[in-house]
């Protein structure tokens, strides 16, 4: 069950929302929410959102998010507005403890607000209110769904700091259990199903409609896709990966107890058959190193899995119809040197592939996912517009 507080206090018009990939997590919200008006990113980890409120719950199938919270209160210093926002919350909710999860502040500035907070609580009557010190000054998503405390927020906002009480966390054990436990798994190759969702939403496809994925690989993004009643279509070379992906269907499907649609099969990403209306893939991730590559040999590496880039990418303009989106990942490496070779995508325009900007921000191409788990092999992402 995802963590929700009453209306009262989660319908707020501007919400503070906790990333868990950085920048690609805010083009996800910018490209499938729609009511958004306006986006601030005050920090790495935070945006600021001013949307419909109404429209927001029954659009919280973000997975890039780990949670909301309503944006109450700016506190610039006046102790006032810590009482206010306090009252408010009482005003609604019981509290016996709490925590606050801080993002980009200092150590002086949350010793302040916890003191302050702790003050206001007892002031509204809440005398034996006990105060939790998570680690690292967050209190983690499910940290917030397995304990029972309230979990407030802190960035730093418009020269003093953004505050407000989680209002929302989402439940994401079934998704991590699909992730570890499925009969193929893979992580050298995989991404993780959270990110799989992510993708998907980037690529604006809507229940029944043709998803690809020409390198499929073990198939999560065919399962998520499937399970976000999508109709899909796995290829992969290599037949051994083929056989992985309709193993771990079969058991998503099992698992979720509904009929999946999707089709796998062996082919070559560079001349494949039929129409999609998306494509969502990643064709190559690099082997694992036991140390950082050099510069050389990064670029090496880096060139020549571009070429199989190209000319799948080719094959997959001309699979899709006009105003179809394309999701590509392409991957970044970290050299010895401390120098960055990324995979770019360029001249797409003469393939009929435009830069997909979703409005409100403009965003620079390829988006890296941030807070991946290696040092050195990283990812990033194009999202492409068929025009
Ligand atoms: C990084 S894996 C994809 C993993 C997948 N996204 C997942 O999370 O389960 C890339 C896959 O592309 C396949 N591949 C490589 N070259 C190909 C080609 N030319 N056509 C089709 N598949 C190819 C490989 O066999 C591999 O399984």
Same mark, same amino acid.
């Given at each position: 069950?995802?963590?929700?507080?009453?209306?009262?206090?989660?319908?707020?018009?501007?919400?503070?929302?906790?990333?868990?990939?950085?920048?690609?997590?805010?083009?996800?919200? *910018?490209?499938?929410?729609?009511?958004?008006?306006?986006?601030?990113?005050?920090?790495?980890?935070? *945006?600021?959102?001013?949307?419909?409120?109404?429209?927001?719950?029954?659009?919280?199938?973000?997975?890039?998010?780990?949670?909301?919270?309503?944006?109450?209160?700016?506190?610039?210093? /006046?102790?006032?507005?810590?009482?206010?926002?306090?009252?408010?919350?009482?005003?609604?909710?019981?509290?016996?403890?709490?925590?606050?999860?801080?993002?980009?502040?200092?150590?002086?500035?949350?010793?302040?607000?916890?003191?302050?907070?702790?003050?206001?609580?007892?002031?509204?009557?809440?005398?034996?209110?006990?105060?939790?010190?998570?680690?690292?000054?967050?209190?983690?998503?499910?940290?917030?769904?397995?304990?029972?405390?309230?979990?407030?927020?802190?960035?730093?906002?418009?020269?003093?700091?953004?505050?407000?009480?989680?209002?929302?966390? &989402?439940?994401?054990?079934?998704?991590?259990?699909?992730?570890?436990?499925?009969?193929?798994?893979?992580?050298?190759?995989?991404?993780?199903?959270?990110?799989? $969702?992510?993708?998907?939403?980037?690529?604006?496809?809507?229940?029944? $409609?043709?998803?690809?994925? &020409?390198?499929?690989?073990?198939?999560?993004?065919?399962?998520?896709?499937?399970?976000?009643?999508?109709? *899909?279509?796995?290829?992969?070379?290599?037949?051994? %990966?083929?056989?992985?992906?309709?193993?771990?269907?079969?058991?998503?499907? @099992?698992?979720?107890?509904?009929?999946?649609?999707? /089709?796998?099969?062996?082919?070559?990403?560079? /001349?494949?058959?039929?129409?999609?209306?998306?494509?969502?893939?990643?064709?190559?991730?690099?082997?694992?190193?036991?140390?950082? &590559?050099?510069? $050389? @040999?990064?670029?090496?590496?880096?060139?020549?899995?571009?070429?199989?880039?190209?000319?799948?990418?080719?094959?997959?303009?001309?699979?899709?119809?006009?105003?179809?989106?394309?999701?590509?990942?392409?991957?970044?490496?970290?050299?010895?040197?401390?120098?960055?070779?990324?995979?770019?995508?360029?001249?797409?325009?003469?393939?009929?592939?435009?830069?997909?900007?979703?409005?409100?921000?403009?965003?620079?191409?390829?988006?890296?996912?941030?807070?991946?788990?290696? %040092?050195?092999?990283?990812?990033?992402?194009?999202?492409?517009?068929?025009?």
């Amino acid at each position: 069950m995802p963590y929700t507080l009453p209306e009262a206090l989660s319908g707020a018009q501007r919400l503070a929302l906790v990333l868990a990939f950085g920048r690609l997590s805010v083009l996800e919200v *910018c490209s499938a929410v729609r009511s958004v008006t306006k986006v601030e990113v005050p920090c790495e980890r935070i *945006c600021v959102v001013e949307l419909d409120p109404s429209s927001f719950r029954s659009e919280t199938k973000l997975a890039g998010i780990h949670k909301f919270s309503p944006l109450l209160t700016h506190f610039q210093g /006046d102790e006032a507005v810590i009482r206010r926002l306090v009252e408010q919350i009482t005003n609604e909710i019981d509290v016996s403890r709490f925590a606050l999860s801080a993002y980009d502040t200092e150590e002086a500035d949350y010793e302040l607000l916890v003191r302050l907070l702790l003050d206001a609580f007892r002031q509204a009557g809440f005398k034996k209110i006990r105060l939790l010190r998570p680690k690292g000054n967050e209190l983690l998503a499910d940290q917030v769904l397995s304990r029972d405390a309230l979990d407030l927020i802190a960035f730093p906002y418009k020269g003093g700091y953004g505050l407000g009480p989680t209002a929302w966390v &989402p439940d994401v054990a079934p998704m991590r259990e699909r992730g570890v436990e499925k009969p193929a798994p893979h992580s050298e190759i995989s991404l993780s199903p959270r990110l799989a $969702q992510l993708l998907l939403n980037l690529s604006g496809l809507s229940p029944g $409609q043709r998803l690809l994925d &020409p390198f499929c690989g073990p198939g999560t993004i065919i399962s998520e896709g499937a399970l976000m009643s999508l109709n *899909c279509v796995g290829i992969d070379s290599n037949p051994v %990966r083929v056989a992985q992906a309709k193993r771990n269907l079969a058991w998503v499907e @099992k698992q979720s107890g509904k009929t999946l649609a999707y /089709d796998i099969r062996t082919g070559d990403a560079r /001349d494949f058959q039929g129409r999609f209306d998306g494509i969502v893939t990643e064709p190559i991730l690099l082997p694992r190193f036991h140390s950082t &590559p050099s510069s $050389q @040999k990064a670029k090496h590496l880096v060139n020549k899995a571009s070429r199989v880039y190209s000319e799948s990418l080719y094959s997959m303009a001309e699979a899709v119809r006009k105003g179809c989106r394309i999701v590509i990942v392409v991957p970044t490496l970290k050299t010895a040197d401390g120098s960055e070779v990324l995979l770019r995508l360029e001249e797409t325009e003469s393939i009929g592939l435009k830069e997909f900007q979703p409005g409100h921000v403009r965003f620079e191409y390829p988006v890296r996912v941030a807070f991946g788990s290696t %040092r050195w092999l990283g990812r990033a992402v194009y999202v492409f517009e068929r025009v």
